[in-house]
């Protein structure tokens, strides 16, 4: 079974954008969870402009489903993570200006700083997940660094789909089956959506878990989303 985790920052940044609790990303949370979600996701970054601290501190003990809270690892968000103790971390190598991640982990380069952030916490109970590209180096870096997933970034996928998708998907397929052969669990996101999910899941059976927030959150403007929710777990059958 493939999960699908709703991210929700972008439900915090239309809450942002007037001060107060409207739309409310803890009741959000949960009626996803309720419409059937397997997982929700959050990204908290340092100017707080969606995801904020207090929410990941309020989730935590009202989801009932997996919990993943991906980020750079800071000094501080590795604290947060620590003591909010979700059932999953996924690191990614953003800095704090970026408008979104638009790409995964040199692997290599970073080795001896992700080896330590993830024996942090792997001790502390938490799976580790590293957000990296289509690229077999990187996976079997991510392996050595100790992490127990990689989360596959889809974009290149999702751009590429329209004009063939048999071709967008091909190195997806090739890393997924190295990262299987290392026995590494398998994640994938970035700009999926109704439109590329389907085919993605197909070739690509064995991953454990999606993450979808810009598309699934737009679509329910005009699905609701309850519907939505139901039209992307269709599209992992
Ligand atoms: N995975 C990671 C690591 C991300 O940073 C994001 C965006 O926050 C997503 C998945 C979800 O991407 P999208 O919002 O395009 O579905």
Request: proline share 5%; charged share 20%; hydrophobic share 40%.
């Amino acid at each position: 079974m493939t999960r699908l985790s709703v991210n929700i920052n972008k439900v915090a940044t239309l809450r942002n954008a007037r001060g107060g609790n409207v739309p409310d990303v803890v009741k959000v949370a949960l009626d996803c969870e309720s419409f059937g979600a397997d997982g929700i996701t959050v990204h908290p970054r340092p100017d707080e402009r969606h995801i904020r601290k207090s929410d990941v501190y309020n989730l935590r003990p009202l989801l009932h489903t997996e919990f993943n809270i991906e980020g750079y690892p800071s000094p501080e968000f590795i604290d947060l993570v620590l003591k909010v103790k979700p059932h999953q971390v996924t690191l990614v190598p953003d800095s704090p200006s970026q408008l979104t991640s638009n790409c995964g982990w040199d692997t290599k380069t970073h080795l001896e700083f992700l080896s330590e952030v993830l024996d942090a916490f792997n001790n502390a109970g938490i799976r580790t997940s590293v957000f990296v590209g289509a690229d077999a180096g990187m996976i079997e870096y991510a392996a050595k660094a100790g992490a127990d997933r990689v989360e596959l970034y889809t974009e290149p996928y999702a751009s590429a789909y329209t004009a063939n998708r048999e071709a967008a998907v091909a190195p997806f397929i090739e890393a997924a089956k190295v990262a299987r052969s290392l026995g590494l669990g398998l994640n994938a996101g970035h700009d999926l959506s109704l439109v590329n999910l389907n085919y993605f899941y197909k070739n690509i059976p064995w991953l454990d878990e999606v993450s979808i927030g810009h598309a699934l959150i737009s679509d329910a403007l005009y699905l609701g989303l309850q519907r939505t929710i139901q039209e992307y777990k269709n599209c992992l059958k």
